[in-house]
């Protein structure tokens, strides 16, 4: 990996992370904060979309699936701070 596909992948990662603080608690999390939302909710999102077996395809579609595995993770993050 190249500084070049790192920084996309942060980038890619803070957004995400940003969108799913902004859809589950209505605000982020901080840069360092979104991006490690971003990145654990992408690699979740890639499970639970393979265990339905949904594909998606090209950045789009990356960034739908790793915002849905983020919101599942805050969600139940959320539940678990509650217990």
């Known amino acids: 990996m190249d ?11 803070a957004l995400v992370g940003w969108l799913a603080g ?33 594909t998606t395809g090209g950045l789009l579609g990356s960034i739908i699936m790793a915002t849905i595995g983020a919101v599942i993770l805050l969600y139940i993050i959320s ?4 217990a």
């Open 3 to 13: 500084i070049i596909n790192l920084i996309i992948f942060l980038a890619i990662g």
């Open 22 to 54: 902004n859809i589950v608690k209505g605000r982020g999390f901080g840069v360092l904060g979104n991006i490690i939302v971003g990145i654990v909710g992408a690699v979740s999102g890639g499970f639970v979309f393979g265990l339905l077996g949904i």
């Open 79 to 82: 539940i678990v701070k509650k």
